[in-house]
């Protein structure tokens, strides 16, 4: 269960960035700028999420690995490996998961707001397995302050000693008793 926390959010937020890449793309070799900043037909222009386009338009060269001016199907797929290894900044994550839907909100506000918490390395990027383990880490805690442990220290100790009138009273029996 641990996986499908932070997996399902980099997998909507990817499958988000790759759903709206292909309806703009619209049977084209690939999208050029131009392509994302002035959509050829009003049915892209307002079908396609806007945050999505101005991640594309912002993130333009980054994903265009090759630098031929379009963002082709190779360009995206590569770009969403990366993403996936190298996990997500708190701007990526904030943009790409803006219509991943109401189940991932709730773990999106979580992680937006705990993100340098999540961050363990501090490279300005989670990943999976970092959401993962702070996931982990925030339900021990919650159990520990559900459960607290006993300290033994507060613990009252009582003797009881057993006097049996037909043995002597060498062979009463002192047993320590903890509450």
Request: charged residues 20%.
């Amino acid at each position: 269960m641990a996986n499908l926390i932070g997996s399902s959010l980099f997998t909507g937020a990817i499958s988000g960035l790759n759903a709206n890449y292909l309806l703009m793309l619209n049977g084209a070799n690939g999208l050029s700028l131009e392509n994302i900043l002035n959509p050829e037909s009003d049915t892209i222009k307002y079908t396609v999420n806007q945050t999505f386009r101005s991640y594309l338009m912002t993130n333009f060269n980054q994903i265009d690995l090759d630098g031929d001016g379009l963002i082709t199907t190779e360009d995206m797929t590569n770009y969403s490996a990366k993403l996936r290894s190298q996990g997500m900044t708190y701007n990526e994550l904030s943009q790409l998961c803006v219509s991943g839907g109401s189940s991932m909100s709730s773990l999106l506000d979580t992680v937006l707001s705990n993100f340098t918490e999540i961050d363990t390395n501090h490279d300005g990027r989670v990943t999976q397995g970092e959401i993962n383990a702070y996931r982990i880490n925030q339900e021990i805690k919650d159990v520990k302050e559900k459960y607290p442990r006993i300290n033994p220290t507060q613990m009252s100790m009582f003797y009881e000693s057993r006097v049996d009138n037909t043995e002597s009273t060498s062979d009463n029996e002192d047993r320590v008793f903890g509450g």
